[in-house]
């Protein structure tokens, strides 16, 4: 089988080495890839993804990165007969748009925070009551068009920065208010071929840039699996009370979900909410899920371009996944690039997972960082303990001038083992 994989990012590290180990993939070809994954596959840095595909006549694409799947780009490779795993552009606008997800999750019962909708800021502005409330723009954001404010200046400061600076273009032209819930977050994917689902294994993930869930929202800080809240009651709930009525929803409205559904959680007292859905693998979920899938991912893939997946079983290591992210001082604002970096070998040593590069390149044969996210260090352990024990001591082997990383990662949910 030759694959071929769009993304440049940690998730798609993830998903490459993870594809890479079926025996079914004879050769993969990355655009536009990154130098961890260079070391296993084929990076190109063709411009032209159709062009691409065309010459390079693969038996399936994976589309990695939310942007391509909102823009249409399975609906492209797909008119010119190429297998897609990934969404078409109707279907992804469960991300690419949380006005249409909000109201698809009205039409289908799904529960989720009580929200307004605003074009105008100056309506926008009045709506904030006391300023304790959850500010998403409408659109892609890379992770970082939410605003969880405390009070009136910093929801006046959110919606004046999305609407009338601007700072998130097009995206930001729209903005929701919701109602602001408590409880502990939870991250549960889910394959589908369009007429079924098969959830995978939970994750929860870290979007505030500093210890404690302080700081400003990022596209996420670590990560792990499995996660000790998630009982197989709530795993249930989640079943019945959000997949299977947006899998419905989708169906009764002639829309074909192909790829892999994102529910991000909260536990509240009143049950399962929805915060928002995504259209593609979470970053950094991939990095502590697909270390602990024990089936054949491209044999997943494939079932479900194919309509076929019940004939594809997922099975999962017993293991506990941990995975801190490698950040540049100063993300996500401004931060500087270029630094040197040392140590990913000595952390592979340790963990025997590769550290997935996210915000890496290659300068005169030397590794510097090159984004506010640099890499993403992952370890298996028997328990969450044990996997945080050794992500950290990997982390420690690991260096590059402005080098910042949260440091209780999976802290409260291994402290919970018993």
Known sequence: ??????????????????????????????????????????????????????????????????????????????????????????????????????????????PTASSQEFTDPTEALAAIGDGKVVIKVDGLAAGKGVAVSDNRQEATEAIEDAMIAKRFGIAGERVIIEERLSGPELSILAFCDGSSFTVMQPAQDFKRAFDGDLG?????????????????????EATGRIFEPLLATLVAEGIKYVGVFYAGLMITADGLKVIEFNCRFGDPEAQAVLPRLDSDLAEVMMACVDGQLNTAKLRWRDEACVSVVLAQ??????????????????????????????????????????????????????????????????????????????????????????
Request: glycine letters at 12%; aromatic letters at 6%.
């Open 1 to 110: 089988m030759k694959i071929l994989l769009i993304g440049s990012g940690g998730r798609e590290h993830a998903i490459a080495w993870s594809l890479s180990k079926s025996p079914q993939v004879e050769h993969m070809l990355v655009y536009p890839g990154n130098p961890g994954i260079g070391r296993f596959a084929e990076c190109s840095d063709e411009t032209d993804i159709e062009t691409l595909a065309k010459r390079y006549k693969p038996d399936l694409v994976v589309v990695g990165p939310e942007l391509p799947l909102v823009d249409g780009l399975t609906d492209r490779l797909t008119a010119q007969g190429h297998k897609v795993f990934g969404p078409s552009a109707s279907a992804a606008r469960l991300e690419g748009s949380k006005s249409f997800a909000k109201a698809l999750m009205q039409r289908a019962g799904i």
């Open 329 to 418: 001082q100063g993300y996500p604002g401004s931060h500087l690039s270029g630094a040197a970096i040392n140590g990913f070998a000595h952390a592979e040593s340790l963990t025997q997972i590769p550290v997935f590069h996210a915000g890496t390149a290659e300068v005169n044969r030397e590794l510097v960082t090159s984004g506010g996210r640099v890499a993403a260090v992952s370890a298996l352990g028997h328990n969450l303990q044990t996997a945080r024990d050794t992500a950290y001591e990997a982390v420690g082997r690991v260096s590059f001038s402005g080098m910042t990383f949260r440091t209780d990662i999976a802290q409260a949910a291994s402290e919970q083992e018993t």
């Open 216 to 236: 400003p929202n990022t596209g996420g800080m670590g990560a792990y699996s499995p996660v000790p809240v998630a009982t197989d009651a709530l795993m249930d």
